[in-house]
């Protein structure tokens, strides 16, 4: 099936719209009647709103799931294309990250894991761009310098910062956190300006910018230490958690059982291309009007929408202050990720940056493909943010970047312009967290809001999103159980 969403690029076939993907739902409903009352209606079919789905319709409730697209995934989805998937969004998982793992046990699929990098021939380097040139260094001088660049960033305690985040999955802010929520990267670099050699500098720079898609002005100095605190504290946890381990048959392969599962339960219906225009709620439970005028009705709801769409849709009563706020502030997030095939096989284990001049910052060597070519992937965000299909040549020249390279195909999906996410993963400014982050948790009448964007522990990852469906699935659960809620 092909999804509306998402790009892809050939000499041959030019640009198209649109690309082919496992997590395309056909058909894209199985609603019956427009008159049941469900017991909860879950609106967003990311890994989110599928937990969520999944784990009540389980439970024995009447799920309804309503999605504005017309595939499963949210932020996370893969294009199969000749064979081969290209990760549009949420890509990397790993064992340390503890809701992934288990629903990874669940299905089956440890060994469907492969590593993102090959070492083991071609050009076997690090290459660091910059306005001054291209400077070539190994993956073991690669890993030395990065380590001790973020080691300098993050080191404001004198124990690479596990005083100020010394419980990652905590949801409490100590004040010194509160501090640093209010410090952007920006602001810390100003700190260490002297400390860090120019080398440091790029690569300190770059890699925050993976991390936040933003600005280092629009970057949390706080959420970066919290990455780095879930990471292990350390550099070569940042890669195993970060990068390093993805799915074989792509995130789709993945998502796909969630909803398989909520399904084969029979108390899943669902719609997609069923974007929510109108929530009104209040005790006699919620009622659900699409775009096209659709309505639905349910005792509870779980919302699943992201931080930066929310505000998108109409709730009655309107949305509490404290969400509507931090949804008008919304995360800084605009990462440009873009694929490429290229024939420079030699190209399979380089890794690089190209910054600050450059618009991709971060690409390597991701995959080979049926043809035996170079899959190469690159991120750019905020800072020279460009939209990769309104100029294809100078996305292609981004990637000349890195190196020269013969590109074949381009494969990306456009998150800044997609009108139900408005950005990549979440990364806050300075100041969101300590100030909303209760608020942007808080259940509000017959409806939880759930969403990996206020996760407690691997807030913005995969991980994230699956212990917010959890939590929302039991909180109804417990609604209907008459129990206290978490
Ligand atoms: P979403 O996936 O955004 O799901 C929300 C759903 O709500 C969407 O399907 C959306 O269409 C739907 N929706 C929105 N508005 C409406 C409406 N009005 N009506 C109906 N439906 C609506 N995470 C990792 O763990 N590892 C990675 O390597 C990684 N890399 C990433 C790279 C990119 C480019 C991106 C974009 C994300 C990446 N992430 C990664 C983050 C991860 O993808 C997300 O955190 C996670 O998928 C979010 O899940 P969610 O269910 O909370 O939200």
């Not at 260094?137 to 124990?159: I, P």
């Not at 419980?167 to 260490?192: N, Q």
């Not at 494969?411 to 996410?421: G, I, L, P, R, T």
Request: aromatic share 12%.
């Amino acid at each position: 099936m092909t999804s509306k969403d998402g790009y892809s690029w050939t000499k041959a076939q030019g640009l198209r719209a649109g690309v082919p993907s496992i997590g395309v739902i056909e058909p894209p409903s199985n609603v019956k009647s427009a008159d049941t009352v469900y017991d909860v209606i879950v609106v967003g079919a990311g890994y989110c709103g599928l937990t969520a789905a999944r784990d009540a319709s389980l439970a024995g409730l009447k799920v309804l799931l309503l999605e504005a697209r017309d595939r499963i995934g949210g932020r996370s989805w893969s294009s199969n294309i000749e064979g081969y998937p290209y990760e549009m969004g949420g890509t990397w998982v790993f064992w340390g990250q503890a809701n992934v793992w288990r629903e990874i046990a669940r299905y089956g699929m440890q060994d469907e894991l492969e590593i993102s990098y090959d070492f083991s021939r071609g050009i076997n380097k690090y290459l660091l761009s910059s306005p001054q040139g291209t400077q070539t260094f190994t993956h073991e001088e690669e890993d030395a310098l990065m380590q001790s660049s973020l080691a300098k960033l993050v080191n404001v305690d004198g124990c690479l910062g596990k005083t100020v985040v010394p419980f990652p999955h905590s949801g409490v802010m100590t004040p010194e956190a509160r501090k640093y929520d209010h410090m952007s990267v920006a602001d810390r670099l100003a700190e260490i300006k002297n400390d860090l050699t120019p080398n440091e500098r790029l690569c300190a720079e770059s890699f925050v910018l993976l991390c936040s898609g933003g600005t280092l002005e629009t970057t949390s100095f706080y959420e970066f230490l919290h990455w780095w605190a879930l990471s292990g504290y350390s550099y070569e946890g940042c890669i195993d958690y970060l990068v390093k381990y993805k799915f074989r048959g792509g995130q789709s392969s993945f998502a796909i059982n969630f909803f398989k599962e909520a399904l084969a339960s029979g108390n899943l219906t669902y719609a997609f291309n069923s974007p929510v225009a109108n929530i009104q709620h209040g005790g006699n439970g919620v009622q659900i009007t699409t775009r096209s005028g659709q309505t639905y009705k349910s005792t509870k709801m779980i919302c699943a929408i992201p931080l930066n769409v929310l505000n998108d849709v109409a709730f009655d009563p309107p949305l509490a202050p404290g969400r509507k706020a931090a949804a008008t502030t919304g995360h800084v997030n605009q990462c440009v990720k873009v694929h490429a095939e290229i024939s420079d096989r030699d190209l399979r284990s380089f890794t690089g940056i190209s910054y600050p001049h450059n618009g991709l910052i971060y690409g390597f060597g991701d995959g080979e493909t049926p043809a035996g070519n170079t899959h190469v992937v690159a991120f750019g965000g905020q800072h020279n943010h460009f939209h990769p299909e309104e100029n294809l040549e100078h996305t292609k020249a981004a990637f000349q970047g890195f190196a020269p390279m013969n590109i074949e195909r381009l494969v990306f999906h456009n998150w800044s312009k997609d009108e139900f996410a408005k950005g990549a993963w979440f990364f806050p400014a300075p100041g969101l967290l300590s100030t909303h982050l209760k608020d942007m948790r808080a259940r509000e009448s017959n409806i939880v809001f759930a969403c990996s964007d206020w996760a407690l522990g691997w807030r913005s990852f995969i991980d994230g999103a699956i212990e917010e469906g959890t939590r929302a699935a039991i909180n109804v659960r417990a609604d209907f159980a008459g129990r206290a809620k978490l």
